[in-house]
């Protein structure tokens, strides 16, 4: 067997279950792949000029675009730390509900408290965010979204917000705002996964005929990491499949979940010591031969690993070992 085929067996392992690629009990079948770059679907074309111009966004109408200003304008006068042009965005009697449960009336209580603030928190700044604004009537809108505080030295601060704004003599004024903390977080599973960080980002290994693409990347609040993998020959894509990979909170350890194309089927329990992480694994493979293995990868450095798998059984039968080979990351993604 060539360096290169041992390197490309090697990665397939990396990526989908040990031995699915054994078709018979006597002997590893690897393949020689090649990468072919996924090219993004282009969009259907609209069908007319007319339905194109039908689906374009309605541009804002004046009073959004006064009241966008508006908010702008007091952006800019919270973060040049100014407690008298920040209360001037108010009505005269606006009110401020902050999220300890406070109420603020009144443009003088206002900039009182501002000026208060800025003098205790030098150089905050405030960034608008998910801002939404929606005409109730002519001369009233409502403003929701996210307000983000930051201090020099201190962790941002975010509250959910609601503004109603009135179209007043003076222009378009803040009446009422009402703050509130964010709803918690969901639980994420991040601390205990945290260590496979090294595992996220897009690896290829190729030759001249063939070639293994892998693409590892967290899912959202970081409670699992998916690998999505396809072995290519020539311009046609022969294998494919994906891996998860999780905190198992029963059992108290990190467990991955594979199925590819074939129709086979896996799971392993990670374990480490160091820059070294072993992975046993029990799977199924396509015609129902159960299979084993136990598979070790090394990190070398920041984007080089090696690989070997050892044990490798289907149905009590053992087969010939993958040697260690070492994988190299291409980009971080």
Not at 53 to 66: I, K, N, Y
């Amino acid at each position: 067997m060539t360096t290169t085929a041992r390197s490309l067996i090697a990665l397939l392992l990396f990526t989908a279950p040990a031995c699915a690629q054994v078709t018979a009990p006597s002997a590893a079948q690897p393949a020689k792949p090649k990468v072919v770059e996924a090219k993004p679907e282009k969009p259907p074309e609209k069908a007319t000029t007319e339905e194109a111009e039908t689906e374009q966004a309605a541009p804002p109408s004046e009073a959004e675009t006064a009241i966008a200003a508006a908010i702008q304008s007091y952006v800019i006068a919270f973060n040049k730390g100014d407690a008298e042009a920040l209360a001037a965005h108010w009505t005269p009697e606006g009110e401020f509900a902050t999220p300890a449960g406070d109420i603020l009336q009144g443009r003088k209580a206002l900039q009182e408290d501002f000026a208060a603030y800025f003098s205790a928190n030098q150089e905050a700044k405030i960034e608008l965010l998910e801002t939404q604004i929606t005409l109730v009537s002519p001369s009233v809108a409502s403003e929701v979204g996210v307000a983000r505080v930051i201090v020099p030295d201190q962790e941002p601060s975010d509250t959910m917000y609601e503004a109603v704004h009135v179209k007043t003599t003076e222009g378009w004024k803040i009446d009422r705002v009402s703050e509130q903390a964010p709803p918690p977080l969901p639980p994420s599973n991040y601390a205990h996964l945290q260590e496979l960080e090294w595992l996220v980002g897009r690896w290829i290994d190729a030759d001249e005929t063939s070639s293994i693409e892998s693409n590892v990347q967290w899912t959202k609040n970081r409670n699992f990491i998916t690998q999505s993998f396809k072995v290519s020959i020539g311009d046609r894509v022969d294998f494919e499949g994906t891996q998860i990979i999780g905190w198992d909170p029963y059992a108290q350890t990190i467990r991955s979940w594979t199925f590819d194309s074939d129709g086979g089927f896996g799971a392993g329990r990670w374990t480490n010591q160091g820059n070294r992480w072993t992975v046993q694994s029990l799977n199924v493979l396509p015609d129902g031969r159960r299979g084993s293995s136990t598979s070790i990868y090394e990190i070398v450095d920041e984007n080089s690993l090696q690989f070997q798998s050892v044990g490798r059984q289907v149905d009590g039968e053992l087969m010939p070992s993958i040697e260690p080979t070492t994988v190299v990351r291409v980009s971080v993604e």
